[in-house]
């Protein structure tokens, strides 16, 4: 069975801190890498994603990935209130490309 | 660009009550269509997926069943629902391989 393992929440960091957001998978087929956000009461949406070994970055997000470990992470820079969410990591694989969540981590960002 | 429209937003249904909700989406043709259901301050668990019409795949057994009868469409139901029912439905689609899936509004069903 596939696992996702998120770290506990809630997370509060503040405003302007780095917020850093983990993950542990035990596919080791898992491929690609997906991280959303989600407010209270709202749908995903999608943040970033990542293939390959390493860091990637988009603004203000850095997904970092490591496969021999099987380990994904998310760091927020500058966090701002508006981050203040549930972030979901989700490793993709098999033939349609399922995606298995974790759980969630709970982020505040205090003002 | 790909808009993905489910309704009803919510949805109040007694025990033993049928179910279907649908899922209809816009811009892309033969997506991956996904049913994902999040229970109460739970992560999303993946109930069916669709690489096409008429072909569905089931992740877990319970007494839903989903259908695709067209590439755009796809269909959640059930002849009897539960308690346990109770919760966020989500549709998502993939355009391809490695691509993320992007979700709807969603569907919030209570059960009494």
């Known amino acids: 069975q596939k696992e996702v393992e998120q770290n506990s929440g809630p997370l509060s960091v503040p405003e302007g801190a780095i917020a850093s957001l983990n993950c542990t998978y035990s596919?080791?087929?898992?491929?690609?890498f997906f991280w959303y956000r989600q407010y209270s009461g709202k749908s995903p949406e999608l943040i970033m994603f990542i293939y390959s070994n390493g860091d990637k970055e988009d603004g203000r997000f850095t997904a970092q990935l490591n496969k021999a470990s099987q380990y994904v992470s998310l760091l927020i820079r500058d966090s701002q209130p508006s981050d203040s969410a549930t972030y979901l990591c989700?490793?993709?694989?098999?033939?349609?490309?399922?995606?298995?969540f974790g759980s969630g981590t709970q982020l505040t960002v205090l003002p | 660009s790909q808009t993905i429209h489910q309704w009803p937003a919510t949805l109040v249904q007694p025990v033993g009550s049928p179910l279907s909700l649908e899922c209809t989406v816009e811009g892309t043709s033969n997506p991956n269509l996904y049913w994902y259901r999040q229970a109460a301050g739970r992560g999303l668990q993946l109930l069916f997926y669709s690489v096409g019409i008429g072909q569905i795949s089931s992740e877990v057994p319970q007494n839903l069943s989903a259908s695709r009868p067209q590439d755009r469409q796809f269909i959640l139901s059930s002849k009897k629902l539960l308690l346990s029912d109770s919760g966020f439905y989500l549709c998502a689609l993939s355009t391809g391989n490695y691509q993320p899936q992007h979700f709807g509004d969603g569907t919030r069903l209570s059960i009494l």
């Open positions: 989700a490793p993709q694989s098999g033939s349609a490309r399922q995606l298995t």
């Open positions: 596919d080791r087929g898992s491929q690609s």
